[in-house]
């Protein structure tokens, strides 16, 4: 395991059961005498990784007190290349019936202490002999010294496949090399904790098969020397524990391949320290009712992989998935006609009195430390603000992020508090859609943008043909006017009429530019009646003589100008009296007063005509022209409406194209996620949901609850009618052509007698209804030609789980729906999945062929968090870390670590549901 990593509960180390030092005889150190330091042989080995190395010379343990006296006094002065590594002291045993056979100590074990060991056992010989045998059979050693108490070791067989191997067969076959009678003595002992094979493909003898025992594999380099193919590093093993010790790898063995031992050659599929891109680090509450009082917070750190939080009824379990609901912002994804929502809300109240609901104080927080694909989050949630805050890692610190949005992206968690899975798998399947759709990534935008596209393209199209319709009018009044116009226009009329308006623009000019005049000089003379031009200030007496010439001066100079502007004034006044004179007496004043003469007289007679004012003619043509461009505008709007009305259509191709998407990613995803589910089995259904579904969203569409049965849905003595009766039919044609096509025609019957154009469809109440819904809003009859019945999803679960027989989930019992859901939930997405006790909506007998096994095979993608009073589902769940809650006055954690942590497993069986006779022989691991 590198020391790098950062996460709590077990993890995976490196372990080389196999090796030697320059101690074993058959060596390349001791063969070739060369100079071996025990800090040189313990770099080599951290150097390849190594976390765990087993020390097994030869019937010998020399090496052992040197090689970890050397590891402390390196951790003191960390030479280059020092990394942490755990030894592990032990020998490799030669019996007397030549079988070697590996024996581990705990880490500490002192070379004293293992030699008594090799003496026990028989052996006579020098140490670290490979060539020598003991006095004592593979056999007798099991039997008679691997048991004494005062060895407390792991005993494995080398090599099994090879020579001097328990396992070896003759000639590529399953006959052993061994007496085959004595080999099932050894096996039917259930003493060898694992056997070391070299060569996997190597066929076991039969009766190893017929044993049963499925012992552990694992593998070691066999180092002999820092060269060849058995170097340091060529083979090892890696074992999943919390901290190196004996009594973790001895669990670590008994779990076997399927748990905690994973061969180098696994590999291909294992990869010990990849983590998913997303998962929870911990959670935090603080000062809550129950939960977090006091100096320190409740706090839970977790594995990326697989975790439990295991309590008795009141202990605070509940409360963590509330407080994750509260701060991830996942409230929404409840329904709030369901137990779930009911019990949250209960939850997220501060009471007023001891007796009142809710589990939150006035200050209560709650902190979440969310990974998001490599970057740390940190999301506080305050019952102050009744919301949640987002910072950022910063080096050391954390900063307020600059985007403050969570949603099911940034932070995706699959969270299902107690009972809501349960709630998946009623008659209504919206949360089960819902649910396929957030897991798919189906997003609806794409839908709603040309939902958007087209109504805003109606809108337009209403709007243009407003204008349009106003074509007919136009035409007509601009058909009068241009009467009108004609007959103003006959004879001299016309010239009378110009020659009038333009006489009178003339004297308006002339009357503008005199009053203006006139207003100049009434401002210049008001300006000298009341402003001082120039300050008179007198000269004082005892100013010189030069200066007070100098200012007599400038007002001498001043009082000039002031008259000779005065004089300007007055004459201005008499050049505009003048010219006014001149102008009554002129030519233009004789041919003004003709046109007005004649513009009287035209007027006179016109009035005998019906016309009774001649400046109606300068309207009328304005009329004219403003008419002439409406009519060119509206008939622009029709051409334009045309166009609209076309582009509308597109669009509602679009959004029928958008919405058999919808239904072919909702197949797809399924398909790919339940194809190897030997469990459930979800298929989709276009426009199939229940009737219940689509009359509930039809007459939401309506705002109508209760009314027009006959016309929405009604299923009496005569069978089923209504909108909803038709949609249902239309669903069930298995040609998607006839479908849709069926689909359109009820949507285009809605349209016409929502816009008035169908009078004769359904009752002349519910008629009227949708019209006036049509009037209140512009874009209800749109709506309705876009408007879908959701899918449907026919779900199906095989009672054996095999994949065979699958039978529809209605006929199934209340556990065996919950299961078929959960198999859903486990066996998709790569979000971190949180699950508040399962068992509760589960049968005791799916508990282990189906949460157990779709752990295991998901928790290397996904991180898993479940909330349980289940000892099956912890211990066979292969849970990496492990939270205990306890009650005493406070919700507490009593405990925390991986079940390979002794006081961890009687923590577990004290307080998990059924105690310790839970932990029967099938779960020896924790007894």
Known sequence: MTSAWPYPGAKWYKFDFHTHTPKSTDSMWAKYDHNLSPQDWLLKYMAEGIDCVAVTDHNGAGWVDALQSTYEEMKVNLPEGFRDITVFPGVELTTEDEFH???????????????????SAGYRGDCGDHSSSGSMSLLRVLNEVITLPEFDCIPIAAHADRDNGLLQTKNESQSPVANDRYLRKIFETGLLSAIEVVDTEVDKPQSYIQSRLNLSEVVGSDSHGFRGNDKPGSRYTWVKMETPTLASLKLALIDGQEFSIKRFDDLIQFKPYETPDNFIESIQVKDARYMGQGRLPSSLSFSPYSNA???????????????????????????????????????????????????????????????????RYRLIWSQVTNETTVFEEDGCDWKKSQDQEITKDRFPIDLYSQGQIATLVGENKQPLLELIDRSANIDHDELQTAQLKFCAKRAEARSLKQVADQIPAFKRQLQDIRAKIQKLSQSNHQKILTEYNKFQKQKQLFETKKSETWDLINRLSGFFLHEEIVSTIATPSDFDADIQAFTNSLDTAVGKTKNAIKDSIEGLQTSVNDIEAVLISSNWKAKFDQAVKQYTDLQLQLQSEGINNLKEYGQLVQSEKELADKLVRAMNAQQQLQEKVKLAN?????????????????????????????YVKISVRPYGCSAMVMEHAFRDLLSAKTEFASDIYIKGENGKQGVVSSFLNAAKLPNQEDRDRAIFDIQSLLYKVSTGADKQAFSARFRNKLVNMNTQHQDFADSLLYWFPEDGLDVEYSRTGDGKNFTPITQGSAGQRAAAMLAFLLAHSEKPLFIDQPEDDLDNSLIYDLIVSQIKATKSKRQIIMVTHNPNIVVNGDAEMVHALDFNNQCFIKNKGSIQDSEMRETICRIMEGGTTAFNNRYKRLI
């Open 101 to 119: 056979l590996i024996v581990v100590f705990a880490p500490g074990t002192s070379q004293k202490k293992i030699e008594q060991f090799i003496t």
């Open 309 to 375: 939080i295991v309590g008795g009824r009141g202990t605070g379990k509940s409360t963590i998935t509330h407080s994750l609901r509260a701060v991830s912002g996942k409230q929404s994804e409840l329904d709030e006609d369901t137990t779930p929502y009911q019990t949250y809300s209960k939850f997220m109240q501060v009471p007023k009195s001891k007796d009142d609901f809710g589990a939150l104080k006035e200050d209560t927080e709650v902190e979440l430390i969310y990974r998001r694909l490599g970057k």
């Open 650 to 678: 597109e669009d509602l191709k679009e959004i029928r194209q958008q919405r058999l998407k919808q239904t072919e990613r909702r197949k797809l995803f399924l398909q790919e996620v339940l194809s190897d589910n030997h």
